[in-house]
């Protein structure tokens, strides 16, 4: 994006996914980086869920969306680009725990033949008092997500931090609205 002139570049800011990958695929390669941009926060905290290690995390993320351009002609449109991004971000997670053999039999049937750290909440605060006890309730609240069992804890991290719709987590996870309630209901008593 560092090539695009400013003028062009706030103009494309606005643009919808869909857009920008459609000049993705049309050879506007430099485009891909926005859409990256965009959705980093939720990729890392989907992929963060699962595999509860921030290196790790990194290197597959870097993956997905090695992954999703490849794959970006494939990108049909049925859902929001981001459910796509996310999804392709979750089993590449899926498949780094099933590689180190680490997935949970319970979990591998809950993803078979499916395709941030958190970071701490920022305050808007501007006494230190006010910024330290913040920073305490998302590291508190983080360790209360992070020790939910995997089925549990990504559903609350794509409901509740990333706040994706219920049909859009469904989606990302393959797995019907219904359960997605469920599940999170479920790891809203566990917390408690």
């Known amino acids: 994006m560092s090539s695009v002139p400013i003028l062009e570049r706030a103009r494309v800011e606005g643009w919808a996914d869909e857009e920008i990958v459609q000049r993705v695929l049309q050879g506007d390669l430099v485009l891909f980086e926005l859409l990256m941009r965009r959705h980093n926060q939720r990729v890392y905290r989907a992929i963060r869920s699962i595999l509860r290690d921030d290196s790790e995390s990194e290197d597959v993320m870097q993956e997905a969306y090695v992954r999703a351009y490849e794959h970006l002609a494939q990108f049909e449109g049925r859902a929001q680009f981001s459910t796509w991004l996310t999804r392709i971000a979750v089993n590449e997670a899926l498949k780094r725990l099933t590689a180190r053999g680490k997935l949970d039999p319970l979990d591998q049937q809950q993803y078979e033949g499916e395709d941030g750290t958190m970071s701490e909440f920022q305050s808007n605060s501007p006494t230190p008092e006010a910024s330290a006890s913040r920073s305490e309730v998302g590291n508190l609240l983080e360790e209360a997500i992070m020790a939910l069992p995997c089925t549990y804890r990504t559903v609350v991290v794509l409901r509740d931090v990333e706040e994706m719709s219920t049909a ?25």
């Open 168 to 192: 859009e987590t469904a989606e990302v996870l393959s797995i019907t609205d219904t359960n997605v309630k469920v599940r999170l209901h479920r790891a809203h008593e566990l917390s408690e």
